[in-house]
């Protein structure tokens, strides 16, 4: 976007900055429920759900 001197020393560092960011965020955005996800399947299979029981018919 800058034309002034010394742009051609900063864009790259600015680029990889700038990308970083949104590389990361994506992955924050991603990976963060995916975990929970996979953490709460895990813990449901090692410890069983009580099982309720219909009210009865009448």
Known sequence: ???GPGTE???PLGITI???LIV???LTL????????LIDRLRG???PRPM???APAE
Do not use: C
């Not at 991603?30 to 975990?35: G, Q």
């Open 45 to 47: 299979r090692d410890t």
């Open 30 to 37: 991603y990976t963060t429920p995916v975990i929970y996800l």
């Open 9 to 11: 020393l900063r864009r």
């Open 1 to 3: 976007i800058a034309t």
């Open 52 to 54: 309720t029981q219909a």
């Open 24 to 26: 990361s965020q994506i």
């Open 18 to 20: 700038i990308g970083g």
